[in-house]
């Protein structure tokens, strides 16, 4: 069987990303982590699992995850839905951790570009200190588990309930620490729901301020530059790059500096 947890804060992205879930085989568990009614009833029509706690995103991670009794586990976020083949490709056993392709909605310019820069060639490892741009997903879920148990019990109480970003980036370094075994599903992939500019500022704002919260742990490795920086193999990719470091980076640095 398989897993799938969400962490859920918009009934209407919500209802898209449930509705993609065709396969029968499988077990889902969503946290209310805005404790909405309408989100509740929307579970409920499904007949999936609810758990209805007001959290952070790694918090929310970790009350979902620990629940997952499949023998894989994809982490979603109602942000994000599964394509209509997702399931049909989906080759279990044959790795341990996975990543699944990502592809932007397209509603704008800056989703194009993402879009882009997704299909660039680029010069990089799967490993967490060399690659934290392309984050797995689905989990074999003993490793899962073991993760966010080293997590929980690497951070302080105040800081594990307090960090709004960098989870899919915690949880790998952890993994990673447990299986190697990764594979980069190339037939599988699943949609993100284009969000307003803004709230993309915002986000690598929580990623620069929680970058600068986990310094003095032993996840600061995660804020050095080269486990980010992009290095595509033709340097007129390196253009595309530029832009969106601009528009990623420039709020991510405030939130670093300032926090």
Request: glycine share 4%; with cysteine.
């Amino acid at each position: 069987m398989l897993s799938i947890i969400i962490t859920s804060t918009s009934s209407e992205n919500l209802e898209k990303c449930l509705n993609s879930i065709i396969t029968k085989d499988v077990e889902v568990i969503i946290n209310n982590a805005i404790q909405d009614e309408q989100i509740s009833n929307l579970i409920k029509k499904f007949g999936f699992t609810e758990i209805n706690k007001k959290t952070n995103i790694l918090q929310s991670r970790y009350i979902t995850g620990i629940k997952a009794s499949g023998t894989y586990t994809i982490i979603m976020d109602d942000t994000r839905f599964f394509s209509e083949t997702f399931f049909l490709n989906l080759n279990l056993n044959m790795f341990d951790i996975g990543v699944i392709n990502e592809i932007e909605e397209v509603n704008n310019i800056y989703d194009k570009l993402i879009n882009r820069q997704i299909n660039i060639n680029y010069n990089s490892k799967m490993e967490p200190k060399k690659n934290m741009f392309s984050l797995p997903r689905i989990y074999k879920t003993y490793i899962l588990k073991e993760a966010l148990n080293n997590i929980k019990n690497n951070l302080s109480s105040d800081l594990f309930n307090d960090i709004k970003a960098m989870d899919l980036e915690l949880i790998y370094y952890e993994s990673y620490k447990i299986s190697n075994k990764i594979e980069k599903l190339n037939d599988n992939y699943i949609m993100h729901i284009s969000q307003d500019p803004i709230k993309e500022i915002k986000k690598f704002y929580k990623y620069g301020k929680n970058t600068k919260l986990l310094k003095n742990t032993v996840y600061s490795d995660l804020g050095k530059p080269d486990s980010r920086i992009r290095k595509p193999k033709i340097i007129t990719d390196f253009f595309i790059l530029l832009i969106i470091y601009a528009i990623r980076g420039i709020p991510f640095l405030l939130g670093y500096i300032l926090s």
